[in-house]
């Protein structure tokens, strides 16, 4: 019962992490083609499966409880992290299910990790435009000190907001 409920949980993590790394590509794709329709889009979606994702850890965080009750062990909660309860839940099981549920459990981590590198390359794409906006409007207005101002004449502070520019100077 536990290990079929442990798998299944990691399975359904497993597919949703594949589905945000493709929606992460997707994103990238809006972002230099300036699809901001498309990227909101995407972005929406990135947050149900964040959504989804949240409501799966806290089950396999209830399957755990479930386990320290089984094995009758009150210390496993308070000395170990969500990733050492995993492995104590393995260890107890034959070796065929433990090399099963660790093999989808790398698998997972690795996946996870594919996706927030591709998300650093993003914000490092990003931040790497910032920097070239603030170091043009530097150069192009150096009496405004990199300052930019709303349209109430009140000070706007940088950031990744959109911005509108007068075609003409």
């Known amino acids: ?23 992460q590509e997707k994103i990238r794709v809006a972002v230099i083609g300036k699809e901001w329709t498309v990227f909101e ?3 929406n979606t990135m947050n ?8 799966l850890e806290k089950e396999r965080e ?20 969500a990733k050492g309860r995993f492995y104590k839940l393995v260890s107890m099981l034959p070796e065929n299910q433990r090399n099963d549920l660790t093999s989808i459990y790398r698998s997972l981590k ?10 650093d390359t993003l914000m490092a794409y990003l931040n790497g435009i910032k920097t070239t906006l603030k170091d043009f409007f530097d150069l192009a207005f150096p009496d405004r000190a990199g ?11 940088h950031d990744m907001r959109s911005m509108v520019l007068n075609s003409q100077f």
């Not at 300052?147 to 502070?157: A, L, R, V």
Request: with cysteine; net charge negative; glycine share 2%.
């Open 41 to 43: 889009d995407h972005l």
């Open 147 to 157: 300052k930019m101002y709303t349209k109430q004449g009140t000070h706007f502070s």
């Open 110 to 119: 690795l996946e996870s990790i594919k996706l927030r590198l591709a998300n």
């Open 48 to 55: 149900d499966i964040e959504c989804k994702i949240e409501e």
């Open 62 to 81: 209830q399957l755990f409880t479930i386990f320290e009750t089984i094995i009758h062990q009150k210390s496993f909660e308070d000395t170990l992290d």
């Open 1 to 23: 019962m536990i290990y079929e409920k442990c798998r299944n949980i990691l399975l359904q993590e497993f597919e949703l992490v594949q589905n945000a790394t493709i929606i």
